[in-house]
Structures are given as C-alpha cells and as structure tokens.
C-alpha cells in the first residue's frame, strides 16, 4: 500500500522555523517527485515546491523561494521541508504528495500529476 506521512507541524512564533517530513513507504522512492502544498483556512490548495528523488533537484513556487527549502534522505525514504521566516499567513494545513516521474524538472503548478497524497500536518504561525 502506497503511503505517505507528514510530520513536524505544530504552533510557531512569528519568525520562527519549522521542519516537516515526509515518508513514503510502499513504493519505490526513486521513481518519484516529491511535492509539497499548503491549504489555509477558506483558499486554494498552493503549490509549494517539489524535489525529483532521482535527481535531487528542486523547483519552488515564485512566491516562496527563499523562504523554503527541501531535501531529502533517500535511506529513510523521507523527504523535509525547511521553513523559515514564519508569518500568519503561513498557516494552514501542509501536504506532500507524488508524481510518477524520474524527470529532472517538477512542478508544483498543478496538483494533476501527483497522485499520492498525504494525510497532511497543520501548522499554525501564531504570538
């Protein structure tokens, strides 16, 4: 059975840092693009960015580079999103998902292509 399963959400300060994982089990991680997304209370589910676990290549949103990083550890079968410089409107509930693919290049422009989601974790930026 194909899974997924974020961690590491929870309540941060303004300004704070967080770092989500994501592990997969049941399928063969390399074959895979990793992406992760974001929906905050009454919007649209937001690309963030994604990472070809073949490649180790990443693609980030144009909003959020920079304020976002992913990696990943092919041992665990886990990938991570580094998040820093938390504001309010960061908060909502995060997603990974993945994508068929050993391409180089991803995206995140589209929820289509990615057809395993994760349960999601909720993070909320808050004093």
């Known amino acids: 059975q194909r899974q997924l399963v974020e961690s590491g959400g929870g309540l941060v300060q303004p300004g704070g840092s967080l770092r989500l994982s994501c592990t997969a089990s049941g399928f063969a991680f390399d074959y895979y693009v990793i992406g992760w997304f974001r929906q905050a209370p009454g919007k649209e589910r937001e690309g963030i960015g994604c990472i070809s676990i073949s490649y180790g290549s990443t693609h980030f949103a144009d909003s959020l580079e920079g304020q976002f990083t992913i990696s990943k550890d092919d041992a665990k079968n886990t990938v991570y999103l580094q998040m820093n410089r938390l504001e309010p409107e960061d908060t909502g509930i995060y997603y990974c998902?993945?994508?068929?693919?050993?391409?180089?290049?991803?995206?995140?422009?589209?929820?289509?292509?990615?057809?395993?989601w994760g349960q999601g974790t909720q993070v909320t930026v808050s004093s």
């Open positions: 998902a993945a994508e068929p693919s050993r391409s180089y290049y991803c995206s995140v422009s589209t929820t289509d292509p990615y057809h395993y």
